[in-house]
């Protein structure tokens, strides 16, 4: 069809998404940036990048967006779901538990007895090289007693948990082989909010 003939539906006037804030946990927003205060700690989020309305009421937090393109209504929904797990955060925490895998060289893993800043790598698939993985801010790792080769990250900021989550297991890549037959490595293997 030519240009004039192609019909564009009209945009919304007004799209908006609110939450409720459970008891015991405060919300601040300025200048879209959103500070959530609950019993486990505090936790902040820049939302500056987007042009979207954020408003709080005594017991909800509203995100909006007027006369927003399908992109700008699609990231609505994306920082209610930010904001959620803010919540989730300082209300219960996350948690995520990963499982060591070998067929013949054991992983051996240490962790930081002091402050759980890091934790160390040896042996992955005989090698002598030592994986140190830095921890970020807020997350601690703990060993499983009862399950063999079980580590297990706590945390209250989701983004932090899952991205060291994400390093552990990239440390461990079988490099130059056929990753189909060398699954050694380092998995999550559940991930949950913690009770």
């Known amino acids: 069809p030519r240009q004039s003939e192609v019909y564009n539906m009209p ?3 007004q799209a908006k998404t609110s939450i409720s804030i459970p008891q015991g946990v405060s919300v601040k927003v300025k ?3 959103v500070t959530v205060t609950g019993p486990r700690g505090t936790l902040q989020r820049n939302f500056r990048h987007l042009n979207l309305q ?3 009421a005594p017991k909800s937090v509203t995100v909006g967006v007027w006369f927003g393109s399908r992109k700008e209504i699609a990231c609505v929904r994306t920082v209610v779901s930010h904001i959620q797990n803010l919540i989730t955060g300082v209300t219960r925490g996350f948690e995520y538990k990963m499982r060591f895998v070998y067929a013949h ?3 051996k893993v240490t962790l930081d ?3 759980g800043e890091y934790m160390e790598i040896r042996n992955y698939l005989g090698e002598l ?3 140190r993985i830095p921890m970020l801010e807020g997350v601690s790792i703990t060993r499983t007693e009862k399950i063999k080769d079980e580590i297990v990250l706590t945390g209250n900021d989701i983004d932090c948990v ?3 989550a994400a390093n552990i297991q990239q440390s461990c890549k079988a490099k130059n082989k056929d990753i189909r037959k060398f699954l050694d490595g380092i998995y999550v293997s559940e991930h949950s909010v913690m009770e």
């Open 11 to 13: 945009r919304p006037i």
């Open 31 to 33: 200048s879209r940036v």
């Open 54 to 56: 954020i408003e709080t």
């Open 105 to 107: 060289f054991p992983v």
């Open 113 to 115: 007895d002091k402050k």
């Open 129 to 131: 090289v030592v994986r």
């Open 162 to 164: 899952s991205q060291t």
